[in-house]
């Protein structure tokens, strides 16, 4: 059993210090937005919790199964040992510590620190970035099967492509004109289904410029792997200059769309495919 | 594979012991009865909550879609007073085995069934259709279903019935065990359309 | 008696041959009362707007579907019983049972048939369902669409998803639950054996009707149905609403049928803590069946009125919301894995003891944890809807329900670890696949930590490490422990020993390609990329083709097992000795075969039954009281 202990204590000690450092800054999604970096290091921190739980039972595995093997042909039995209530008790108390120190951390980083982690979290959040108020509206808007965007701060212009100011708040609201996707913009660390008849707001606030990725994370029918995008993050002038570009090229459509509200309904949902 | 005699008997388990298991199983059956009407319960609570497009209660401004309040308080009572008259008839069983037992619980069938027929006959004269919003949908599935279920517990009943009239029946603890069961599932009916009474008709 | 003996020739066991009540008529007659159902589905719908809303008839295939449901049953004989009742006939149980080879095509109430019959049937949908894993990795072999169209592939998903969670359900429950229960608590038979028969019968009509599904291009929802989708999809939906509302009702019906056995036909002396850990196993999921089915019958038919009576349940342009499924699905959804997983702890925990030749190690625990698992799993549904927008307050909840429920997981763990210690284990493949049980939900459990934490859970949500997360539990835990069941009782079963050495095969590629197959699809999750996908990023070429590699040689891995179970079936016949693992369980003290009876005189349970070592401990039961 010590020897088990010096295992793992040793696997431990190497392991986890170059999990945090080493692989840590390469989990995804990266640094691209604030809510990013709370999930890079929200999956750094489970790596490095599992990662214990996992050497000690390879190590105990890996020891036991080798040494209490059976030797010889004669069947012979083990050891009677029914339990043993000292070892149960210290399992049941670390494993519910880990699990609600696991649990805490979560609440506590999803509500407070992360602002909601870039997660969707319906009509009314509760987990709002400190300036939400003059945050950046944008909607996305789902569909089968292509992702458009309307920014109702700009005349409620809808745009086929998602550009986004650096260093500002960010308020998606996420809704479907047809059935339910999920907007996922990978390295900002947003993902918020789009269910029709519903605003699904989340929040980002990009750090870095570059470009992004979106797909769809809800199956939504025959080209669901299609729904791909790329939007990027730019300076605020150059933001200001696209969204002026974009007004402009999209007036003539503009007269035609829908007002912009928080949810659209078209004709009842006909279930002919 | 074996060749054996083409067929061997089955055991025979004594008849208290195939009451208990009759009476456990309606046990698990009212349970998944609840649950089964739970989901409708949640629904109703649910889309009523959201009020989606602010279509919960129908489709028109100014029309609230609405069941006729005396049929829904015809349905309530005819079903209340069957699971009634069936507790009746299963005291009656036990006492003495008068019987009386069987006119009761034949009352309760009829009642029971009445009860179905009300509701089918409401469905021609509704007001409404399936797709006026919300409640439309909740009560046309709930009221629906339970009618279907409340015809099953009926025909069950009526088996039990029918199995003891034969001359070699098995009478005793396992007629008792029958009727409970029903009397059983038929009580948790009986709660479930309590339920829905308060919901579709009165609440709504 | 005139009345038995008409109820035998309404029985049907006199008839032999195709015009009897087998599985030929019931096909025959559901085919029929299809086509009959459709039209009269269609006639019902002429002229009724509301309900010819669209440019199809669902109202005339689920007539039709309802239809074939009763042709099939009433093709097996199922309605005798029935009908004879109303009509106030004998309502005795059948007085024999047929033998031989064409019993297992036709209803019988012999729990040994049915789980055997059982074991065929899932049997069969796995090896369907692992064929359509086969050809969605085909096409995953290039990042664009080349193999199958998109319609296709996505209908390969669907029925690959439904084939492997709906149809096998009963994956452990059907064939082992049902053949083992009784003998394992010392019964006869089950509580109620017609019941259990239909439980069996409803699943291989299932199967046939969610096929069906093919004739209408399958649908486009994955195995999860989720509602707009299914409200937009064309008929084959209305395929997967039957199939599936069968198999919800067969869950329920058997879990009401173990749990009613379990409870009320215990041979005496067979108390609570001699009670095998399996039974313990398939007690706490039949809770979880006669709960949570019902749940999943009411969303699916909701679900099927708002497609074919024009309610809106969840259509939101018509007052419904599309929540209400996903909240109702999942209420259901969640318990169903722990219906997969549950028996598959008990069959792990009843097999390392025989082994390692040592008592299970906290049999209390076990059961303890097991319970847990079946109580947490109604309260952690929405970790399936983080980001969908429902109840965000309620996160933090969900997130601390999901992460408790590793504490009794852990349980099980602890239990393993203990029984291995200081025992002499044998390395027989019955062992290895429960070791390796151990050794997969490890990963699948602790992978399961990330996706209950919700900042985690918004990068790895819907995307493939969700995928590899559920495969590792499902496929390396509940299929695991199946081979490993099957290689363990089945001698017990059919008579007749398994080649070891195909046996061994058979485990050691199943282990690396199992891990080879689903390790790197965690990355590929972290690499952005979404589940349910025909096309993926290029740069994902690479990962995806070594993964589609090692899904191949996993598939080859499964005809190693055919091979062995034809081979060892039919040809090689090694005829398997009464108790050839030296285990104390009941269930190996009577003869193989087992006798149409299971026990000549009711057995009385005298010890415990893992007390392997310990002096003096009495034998688990004497078979023949009378005489003791």
Same mark, same amino acid.
């Given at each position: 059993?010590?020897?088990?202990?010096?295992?793992?204590?040793?696997?431990?000690?190497?392991?986890?210090?170059?999990?945090?450092?080493?692989?840590?800054?390469?989990?995804?999604?990266?640094?691209?937005?604030?809510?990013?970096?709370?999930?890079?290091?929200?999956?750094?921190?489970?790596?490095?919790?599992?990662?214990?739980?996992?050497?000690?039972?390879?190590?105990?595995?890996?020891?036991?199964?080798?040494?209490?093997?059976?030797?010889?042909?004669?069947?012979?039995?083990?050891?009677?040992?029914?339990?043993?209530?000292?070892?149960?008790?210290?399992?049941?108390?670390?494993?519910?510590?880990?699990?609600?120190?696991?649990?805490?951390?979560?609440?506590?980083?999803?509500?407070?620190?992360?602002?909601?982690?870039?997660?969707?979290?319906?009509?009314?959040?509760?987990?709002?970035?400190?300036?939400?108020?003059?945050?950046?509206?944008?909607?996305?808007?789902?569909?089968?099967?292509?992702? &458009?965007?309307?920014?109702?701060?700009?005349?409620?212009?809808?745009?086929?492509?998602?550009?986004?100011?650096?260093?500002?708040?960010?308020?998606?609201?996420?809704?479907?004109?047809?059935?339910?996707?999920?907007?996922?913009?990978?390295?900002?660390?947003?993902?918020?289904?789009?269910?029709?008849?519903?605003?699904?707001?989340?929040?980002?606030?990009?750090?870095?410029?570059?470009?992004?990725?979106?797909?769809?994370?809800?199956?939504?029918?025959?080209?669901?792997?299609?729904?791909?995008?790329?939007?990027?993050?730019?300076?605020?002038?150059?933001?200001?200059?696209?969204?002026?570009?974009?007004?402009?090229?999209?007036?003539?459509?503009?007269?035609?769309?829908?007002?912009?509200?928080?949810?659209?309904?078209?004709?009842?949902?006909?279930?002919?495919? | 594979?074996? &060749?054996?005699?083409?067929?061997?008997?089955?055991?025979?388990?004594?008849?208290?012991?195939?009451?208990?298991?009759?009476?456990?199983?309606?046990?698990?059956?009212?349970?998944?009865?609840?649950?089964?009407?739970?989901?409708?319960?949640?629904?109703?609570?649910?889309?009523?909550?959201?009020?989606?497009?602010?279509?919960?209660?129908?489709?028109?401004?100014?029309?609230?879609?609405?069941?006729?309040?005396?049929?829904?308080?015809?349905?309530?009572?005819?079903?209340?007073?069957?699971?009634?008259?069936?507790?009746?008839?299963?005291?009656?069983?036990?006492?003495?085995?008068?019987?009386?037992?069987?006119?009761?619980?034949?009352?309760?069938?009829?009642?029971?069934?009445?009860?179905?027929?009300?509701?089918?006959?409401?469905?021609?004269?509704?007001?409404?259709?399936?797709?006026?919003?919300?409640?439309?949908?909740?009560?046309?599935?709930?009221?629906?279903?339970?009618?279907?279920?409340?015809?099953?517990?009926?025909?069950?009943?009526?088996?039990?019935?029918?199995?003891?009239?034969?001359?070699?029946?098995?009478?005793?603890?396992?007629?008792?065990?029958?009727?409970?069961?029903?009397?059983?599932?038929?009580?948790?009916?009986?709660?479930?359309?309590?339920?829905?009474?308060?919901?579709?008709?009165?609440?709504? | 008696?005139?009345?038995?003996?008409?109820?035998?020739?309404?029985?049907?066991?006199?008839?032999?041959?195709?015009?009897?009540?087998?599985?030929?008529?019931?096909?025959?007659?559901?085919?029929?009362?299809?086509?009959?159902?459709?039209?009269?589905?269609?006639?019902?719908?002429?002229?009724?707007?509301?309900?010819?809303?669209?440019?199809?008839?669902?109202?005339?295939?689920?007539?039709?579907?309802?239809?074939?449901?009763?042709?099939?049953?009433?093709?097996?004989?199922?309605?005798?019983?029935?009908?004879?009742?109303?009509?106030?006939?004998?309502?005795?149980?059948?007085?024999?049972?047929?033998?031989?080879?064409?019993?297992?095509?036709?209803?019988?109430?012999?729990?040994?048939?049915?789980?055997?019959?059982?074991?065929?049937?899932?049997?069969?949908?796995?090896?369907?369902?692992?064929?359509?894993?086969?050809?969605?990795?085909?096409?995953?072999?290039?990042?664009?669409?080349?193999?199958?169209?998109?319609?296709?592939?996505?209908?390969?998903?669907?029925?690959?998803?439904?084939?492997?969670?709906?149809?096998?359900?009963?994956?452990?429950?059907?064939?082992?639950?049902?053949?083992?229960?009784?003998?394992?608590?010392?019964?006869?038979?089950?509580?109620?054996?017609?019941?259990?028969?239909?439980?069996?019968?409803?699943?291989?009509?299932?199967?046939?009707?969610?096929?069906?599904?093919?004739?209408?291009?399958?649908?486009?929802?994955?195995?999860?149905?989720?509602?707009?989708?299914?409200?937009?999809?064309?008929?084959?939906?209305?395929?997967?609403?039957?199939?599936?509302?069968?198999?919800?009702?067969?869950?329920?019906?058997?879990?009401?049928?173990?749990?009613?056995?379990?409870?009320?036909?215990?041979?005496?002396?067979?108390?609570?803590?001699?009670?095998?850990?399996?039974?313990?196993?398939?007690?706490?999921?039949?809770?979880?069946?006669?709960?949570?089915?019902?749940?999943?019958?009411?969303?699916?038919?909701?679900?099927?009125?708002?497609?074919?009576?024009?309610?809106?349940?969840?259509?939101?342009?018509?007052?419904?919301?599309?929540?209400?499924?996903?909240?109702?699905?999942?209420?259901?959804?969640?318990?169903?894995?722990?219906?997969?997983?549950?028996?598959?702890?008990?069959?792990?925990?009843?097999?390392?003891?025989?082994?390692?030749?040592?008592?299970?190690?906290?049999?209390?625990?076990?059961?303890?944890?097991?319970?847990?698992?079946?109580?947490?799993?109604?309260?952690?549904?929405?970790?399936?809807?983080?980001?969908?927008?429902?109840?965000?307050?309620?996160?933090?909840?969900?997130?601390?329900? &999901?992460?408790?429920?590793?504490?009794?997981?852990?349980?099980?763990?602890?239990?393993?670890?203990?029984?291995?210690?200081?025992?002499?284990?044998?390395?027989?493949?019955?062992?290895?696949?429960?070791?390796?049980?151990?050794?997969?939900?490890?990963?699948?459990?602790?992978?399961?930590?990330?996706?209950?934490?919700?900042?985690?859970?918004?990068?790895?949500?819907?995307?493939?490490?969700?995928?590899?997360?559920?495969?590792?539990?499902?496929?390396?835990?509940?299929?695991?422990?199946?081979?490993?069941?099957?290689?363990?009782?089945?001698?017990?079963?059919?008579?007749?020993?398994?080649?070891?050495?195909?046996?061994?095969?058979?485990?050691?590629?199943?282990?690396?390609?199992?891990?080879?197959?689903?390790?790197?699809?965690?990355?590929?999750?972290?690499?952005?990329?979404?589940?349910?996908?025909? &096309?993926?990023?290029?740069?994902?070429?690479?990962?995806?083709?070594?993964?589609?590699?090692?899904?191949?040689?996993?598939?080859?891995?499964?005809?190693?097992?055919?091979?062995?179970?034809?081979?060892?079936?039919?040809?090689?016949?090694?005829?398997?000795?009464?108790?050839?693992?030296?285990?104390?369980?009941?269930?190996?003290?009577?003869?193989?075969?087992?006798?149409?009876?299971?026990?000549?005189?009711?057995?009385?349970?005298?010890?415990?039954?893992?007390?392997?070592?310990?002096?003096?401990?009495?034998?688990?039961?004497?078979?023949?009281?009378?005489?003791?």
């Amino acid at each position: 059993m010590r020897r088990i202990l010096v295992v793992w204590l040793v696997l431990t000690v190497i392991g986890v210090p170059l999990i945090v450092l080493v692989l840590g800054p390469h989990l995804p999604p990266g640094h691209m937005s604030a809510e990013a970096s709370d999930q890079t290091n929200a999956n750094t921190v489970m790596t490095a919790v599992i990662a214990p739980i996992v050497f000690l039972l390879v190590a105990y595995f890996g020891y036991a199964l080798v040494a209490f093997r059976a030797r010889g042909d004669v069947l012979e039995d083990g050891a009677p040992i029914r339990g043993h209530a000292p070892t149960q008790t210290v399992w049941l108390v670390v494993t519910t510590a880990t699990v609600l120190g696991l649990a805490a951390w979560g609440s506590y980083t999803l509500i407070v620190s992360a602002h909601g982690a870039g997660g969707g979290q319906g009509p009314n959040p509760i987990a709002l970035p400190a300036n939400y108020k003059s945050a950046l509206q944008v909607q996305v808007i789902g569909q089968q099967w292509n992702w &458009t965007y309307r920014f109702p701060g700009y005349g409620s212009v809808e745009t086929e492509h998602l550009d986004l100011p650096v260093d500002s708040d960010v308020e998606f609201h996420v809704t479907s004109l047809d059935v339910t996707h999920s907007f996922w913009a990978y390295q900002l660390g947003v993902k918020a289904d789009a269910v029709p008849g519903v605003d699904n707001i989340a929040f980002v606030h990009p750090r870095k410029l570059g470009t992004f990725s979106i797909r769809c994370a809800e199956l939504c029918g025959l080209w669901h792997g299609h729904m791909f995008q790329t939007g990027d993050v730019v300076s605020a002038t150059a933001f200001a200059s696209w969204i002026a570009a974009q007004k402009k090229a999209e007036a003539f459509n503009q007269k035609y769309l829908t007002p912009y509200a928080r949810q659209y309904f078209p004709e009842p949902q006909r279930r002919a495919g | 594979m074996s &060749t054996q005699a083409p067929t061997v008997p089955i055991p025979a388990e004594p008849p208290e012991l195939e009451a208990r298991i009759v009476t456990i199983g309606s046990y698990l059956i009212a349970a998944a009865t609840a649950f089964f009407f739970v989901a409708f319960l949640f629904a109703f609570l649910y889309l009523r909550a959201l009020n989606t497009n602010g279509l919960w209660g129908g489709g028109k401004p100014h029309h609230h879609v609405h069941a006729a309040l005396t049929v829904g308080i015809i349905v309530l009572a005819s079903v209340l007073a069957s699971v009634v008259v069936l507790r009746l008839a299963l005291g009656e069983l036990r006492g003495q085995a008068r019987p009386l037992w069987r006119l009761a619980a034949l009352g309760a069938v009829a009642l029971g069934l009445a009860a179905v027929g009300v509701q089918c006959w409401q469905y021609t004269d509704l007001g409404f259709g399936p797709g006026d919003g919300g409640y439309a949908s909740v009560y046309l599935g709930w009221t629906g279903f339970f009618s279907i279920f409340a015809l099953g517990v009926m025909l069950w009943l009526e088996a039990v019935l029918a199995s003891t009239r034969r001359a070699d029946a098995v009478a005793g603890v396992r007629v008792q065990g029958d009727v409970a069961s029903v009397s059983l599932v038929w009580t948790m009916l009986g709660l479930v359309e309590i339920a829905s009474f308060i919901l579709l008709y009165v609440v709504t | 008696m005139d009345s038995a003996a008409e109820l035998r020739l309404l029985a049907g066991r006199r008839l032999r041959g195709p015009l009897g009540f087998n599985l030929f008529t019931a096909i025959a007659l559901g085919i029929g009362g299809f086509f009959l159902g459709a039209y009269l589905g269609g006639q019902i719908a002429v002229g009724k707007h509301y309900l010819l809303a669209t440019d199809q008839n669902d109202v005339g295939v689920f007539m039709g579907f309802l239809f074939a449901t009763i042709g099939w049953f009433g093709g097996l004989g199922f309605f005798n019983y029935p009908v004879s009742r109303v009509l106030g006939r004998a309502a005795a149980l059948p007085h024999e049972e047929a033998r031989g080879v064409g019993r297992y095509f036709r209803l019988s109430t012999d729990h040994k048939v049915i789980g055997i019959q059982y074991f065929f049937g899932v049997g069969a949908f796995f090896f369907i369902g692992g064929l359509n894993a086969m050809l969605i990795r085909t096409e995953l072999l290039t990042p664009n669409e080349r193999a199958w169209p998109a319609g296709q592939y996505i209908s390969l998903v669907g029925l690959h998803g439904t084939m492997m969670i709906m149809m096998t359900s009963a994956f452990i429950l059907g064939p082992f639950g049902n053949y083992l229960v009784p003998l394992m608590i010392g019964a006869r038979r089950m509580a109620f054996p017609r019941i259990e028969a239909l439980t069996f019968w409803l699943t291989p009509l299932a199967g046939l009707v969610l096929m069906s599904a093919i004739a209408w291009n399958g649908f486009p929802t994955g195995w999860t149905g989720y509602a707009p989708l299914a409200d937009q999809a064309r008929s084959g939906m209305d395929a997967y609403i039957w199939a599936f509302l069968l198999i919800g009702i067969s869950l329920c019906l058997n879990g009401l049928n173990l749990m009613t056995t379990i409870l009320t036909q215990r041979a005496p002396g067979m108390t609570w803590p001699r009670l095998p850990i399996f039974v313990w196993g398939v007690f706490s999921t039949s809770i979880l069946m006669v709960l949570a089915a019902p749940v999943l019958i009411a969303a699916l038919l909701m679900g099927m009125i708002d497609r074919s009576a024009n309610t809106s349940f969840y259509i939101a342009s018509g007052g419904g919301s599309p929540y209400l499924y996903e909240n109702l699905f999942w209420f259901f959804g969640h318990p169903e894995v722990y219906i997969l997983a549950l028996p598959g702890f008990g069959i792990v925990l009843e097999i390392l003891p025989v082994f390692a030749r040592k008592p299970l190690w906290g049999y209390r625990l076990a059961v303890a944890g097991m319970f847990g698992v079946t109580l947490l799993s109604f309260f952690v549904w929405q970790h399936h809807l983080f980001v969908s927008g429902i109840n965000g307050g309620l996160r933090p909840f969900y997130m601390l329900t &999901t992460e408790l429920i590793s504490i009794p997981t852990g349980f099980i763990f602890l239990n393993a670890m203990g029984t291995i210690w200081r025992g002499k284990i044998r390395y027989t493949v019955p062992m290895l696949f429960s070791l390796a049980f151990f050794f997969n939900f490890l990963i699948g459990g602790l992978s399961g930590v990330f996706l209950s934490d919700v900042p985690s859970d918004v990068t790895t949500h819907g995307s493939y490490f969700v995928m590899a997360h559920f495969h590792y539990t499902i496929m390396g835990g509940l299929v695991f422990a199946f081979f490993a069941a099957t290689y363990y009782w089945l001698p017990k079963m059919t008579g007749v020993m398994f080649n070891e050495r195909l046996a061994k095969i058979h485990f050691w590629t199943a282990f690396v390609f199992f891990n080879l197959t689903f390790f790197p699809l965690f990355a590929a999750g972290f690499l952005d990329m979404p589940r349910r996908v025909s &096309t993926y990023a290029p740069s994902l070429q690479t990962l995806n083709d070594f993964v589609s590699a090692s899904a191949f040689c996993l598939g080859a891995s499964m005809l190693v097992f055919v091979v062995n179970l034809i081979y060892s079936l039919v040809f090689a016949r090694v005829p398997a000795p009464q108790n050839p693992w030296h285990s104390r369980a009941l269930e190996w003290q009577v003869p193989t075969p087992v006798p149409v009876h299971n026990f000549d005189e009711v057995p009385e349970i005298t010890g415990y039954p893992y007390d392997y070592g310990v002096p003096g401990a009495p034998p688990v039961a004497r078979l023949r009281p009378a005489e003791g």
